[in-house]
């Protein structure tokens, strides 16, 4: 009964901010490394973001860095991705990921996958 839910996606305009939540449930989440990654049509899926199971180690595809931020709430057995400067290339389905292992950008390594959530950054 794993489960990764991610919600929070929506329309915005670019420049904007959205905050995309990922709540866990079925794994022991503090265990896991959590990535975050991204979708476009007619595109494989792309490395976002990721932490560690500690929140020490952070990493951010270069077209993120600066204005993506991951974080992780134990209590909560939930990931956070804010985006802020939102840009129109941002837009996609973004997908929440564990792995017992380390925080891969290589999404073919984790574990666990949500359904994802879209994110259309549009004027």
């Known amino acids: 009964q794993v489960q990764l839910d991610e919600s929070g996606g929506g329309l915005v305009q670019p420049g904007g901010s959205l905050r995309l939540s990922c709540a866990t449930s079925?794994?022991?989440?503090?265990?896991?490394?959590m990535g975050w990654f991204r979708q476009k049509p007619g595109k494989e899926r792309e490395f976002v973001a990721a932490i560690n199971r500690s929140g020490e180690r952070i990493y951010y595809a270069d077209s993120v860095k600066g204005r993506f931020t991951v974080s992780r709430d134990d209590a909560k057995s939930t990931t956070y991705l804010d985006m802020n400067s939102l840009r129109p290339e941002d837009t996609a389905v973004y997908f929440c990921?564990?792995?017992?292992?380390?925080?891969?950008?290589?999404?073919?390594?984790?574990?666990?996958w949500g359904r994802g959530t879209q994110v259309t950054v549009s004027s």
């Open positions: 990921a564990a792995d017992a292992v380390a925080p891969y950008i290589a999404p073919q390594l984790y574990d666990y």
């Open positions: 079925g794994f022991t989440f503090s265990d896991y490394a």
